[in-house]
C-alpha cells in the first residue's frame, strides 16, 4: 500500500509540475506575443509612444540636409537609391510633399526591420512577415492590369504557395499628388485602404487589389474569404502631410497597431524629422530603431 501512495505522490508531484511548466510556457508566450512586430491577431493600441523625440544631433543633421551640396549622395536606400539635398527637401521643411524616393526608402527600411525582428533572416527560403511594394507597382497594376505580376513577386520570393502566410502587405499609392495606403493581410484575408483626408475607402482601388489578389491565387482565391475592412486613421490637418501619414500608417500596421490610437496629427512634424534620421542612420537602428512598443 505504501508502495501505491509513494506512485500516487509521484504522479502528483509530476502533475504539478507538468501544469507549472506549461503555465510558465504561456506566459512567456504571452510575453513575446506582446513584443512580437505584426501580431496577426487584432490592431491595438502601443504600450508606449511610437513617435518619440529625437536627440539634438539627429534633429541637426537632417536639417543640415538642407544646406548640402545638390549633388552629394546623403543616405542610400535598402535598394541602393541614393538620395540627395532635393529628396531631403521634401520631408524635412514642414510644408512639402513627400517624393517617391523618400517614401519608397522608407518603407523598404520598414520591410527590412519588420522581417528581421520576426526572426526571418533570409527570405529566400523563409516566408517574409511583411513585403513592402514600391509606389510604382500598384501604379503599374492601375494602368496596366493585374495580370503578370508573379515575376515581380518572386523576386521578392513571394509565390502562390506561401502567399497566404504573409502577415501584411503594404502598398502606398500616389495619385493626383496625394498619397495613400493600401494594406492586404493574406493571413487575416482583408483588405484596405487608408487615406488620411477621408474615411472612406477608394472602391476603385479595392475592387483592383481583389482582382490582383484572385489573379495571384488562381485557383487558391475563394471570395468568401476576403473582406475589405476599415482602419481607423487621424485625419491630417493641412494639404502636404499625406505622404508623412502614409508611412506613419504603414509603420503602425506593421507593428500591428491600430494608427488612430497610435499618433495625432500633431505628431507629423517630428515624424518628418524621424524619418529623415531613419533613412541618414541606413535603416530602423540605433536612436532610430523600431522598439518593441
Known sequence: MKYIKAAFSASV???????????????????????RPA??????????????????????????????????????????????HHDFATVVPRTKWLNDEIVN????????????????????TETRKILVQN???????????????QRALGRKC???ANFLDIDSIIMPVCEN????????????????????????ANEKYISLITAWIKDVLEEKFDKNEWKAVKI???????????????????????????????????DMPLQRLRIASVLLHGGFKGECSLHAH
Not at 511548466?21 to 506575443?33: C, H, M, P, T, V
Not at 539634438?56 to 535598402?78: F, Q
Not at 495613400?180 to 474615411?199: A, G
Open 177 to 200: 499628388k496625394h498619397w495613400t495606403l493600401i494594406v492586404v493581410r493574406p493571413q487575416k484575408r482583408t483588405m484596405s485602404h487608408m487615406d488620411s483626408l477621408t474615411d472612406c
Open 13 to 35: 508531484d509530476w502533475v504539478t509540475s507538468f501544469y507549472a511548466y506549461l503555465s510558465a510556457g504561456k506566459q512567456e508566450a504571452r510575453r513575446a506575443d506582446e513584443h
Open 39 to 84: 501580431s496577426t491577431g487584432k490592431l491595438h493600441a502601443p504600450k508606449t509612444q511610437l513617435i518619440s523625440p529625437l536627440p539634438d544631433a539627429w534633429i541637426k543633421r537632417t536639417r543640415n540636409t538642407m544646406s548640402a551640396p545638390v549633388d552629394k549622395t546623403l543616405a542610400v536606400t535598402a535598394d541602393k537609391t541614393g538620395l540627395r
Open 105 to 124: 526608402g522608407l518603407l523598404l527600411w520598414l520591410d527590412h526591420a519588420i522581417n528581421l525582428a520576426s526572426g526571418i533572416t533570409d527570405v529566400q
Open 135 to 149: 509606389s510604382f507597382f500598384f501604379q503599374h497594376i492601375r494602368d496596366r492590369g493585374v495580370r503578370n505580376t
Open 158 to 160: 513571394v509565390r502562390k
Open 232 to 266: 481607423k486613421t487621424p485625419r491630417q490637418t493641412n494639404s502636404s502631410d499625406c505622404g508623412v501619414h502614409t508611412i506613419t500608417n504603414a509603420m503602425c500596421v506593421a507593428l500591428g497597431f491600430e494608427p488612430n490610437q497610435t499618433y495625432k496629427a500633431g
